[in-house]
């Protein structure tokens, strides 16, 4: 099975098919489904997990940086 990993504009980033994820701790964490939304807003109480708090806080995707 492959991985694919979708960017959503100005919300998560959604991670899936086979894959790991492990905690800062080190230590791997609790995926349920074959479906994860990470969050990027940096907002989120269930990080890495997105919440859905980039609608909240109005996350904007960064300005993308010249070549």
């Known amino acids: 099975m492959t991985t694919k990993v979708t960017v ?12 790991e994820i492990t905690g800062a701790d080190g230590k791997p964490l609790t995926v349920n489904g074959p479906q ?9 109480n269930k990080k890495p997990f997105c919440d859905g708090s980039h609608r ?10 010249a070549p």
């Open 8 to 19: 959503l504009p100005n919300g998560p980033i959604l991670v899936a098919g086979q894959f």
């Open 36 to 44: 994860v939304a990470l969050c990027r807003c940096g907002q989120s």
């Open 56 to 65: 909240s806080c109005a996350f904007v995707d960064p300005a993308p940086k």
